[in-house]
């Protein structure tokens, strides 16, 4: 009867071992798999009138699948600006990033061009 309950017990802990190398193992993969580079676009700065965030707008040329012309497509991105610095006006570049609220997933990383 003891030499079951023994095998039992070894059992339970090899497999506790096991699982724990596993999970050790899956943490260092992830920790050392490079990050994807981060989606970038250069736009100008359409509303800032609510706080921390600016309304950009990032015009993409895009060629007509029928007609084969280019189109102006216009897309309006919401960033987060940290420091309330960026007016109307302003060339800026933004950066993807994690969701931070409902429409935000861009931030203000750099202005390229001040309003004049």
């Known amino acids: 009867m003891s030499d079951v309950n023994e095998t039992t ?16 193992a ?7 798999e490079p990050r994807a580079r981060r989606k970038v676009r250069e736009g100008v700065v359409v ?22 012309k280019f189109v102006l497509q216009t897309k309006k991105l919401y960033a987060h600006d940290e420091t309330n610095d ?6 800026v570049r933004v950066m993807e990033t994690r969701p931070l609220s409902k429409n935000k997933r861009w931030r203000v990383t750099d202005v390229l061009e001040r309003a004049k």
Do not use: C
């Open 86 to 91: 960026v007016n109307v006006g302003d060339r």
């Open 26 to 32: 899956t943490v260092a993969t992830v920790a050392t």
């Open 9 to 24: 017990e070894t059992t339970v802990a090899t497999e506790t071992e096991t699982s724990t190398a596993t999970t050790e």
């Open 47 to 68: 509303s800032n009138g609510m706080d921390k965030t600016a309304v950009i707008a990032v015009i993409e040329r895009v060629r007509h699948p029928k007609y084969n």
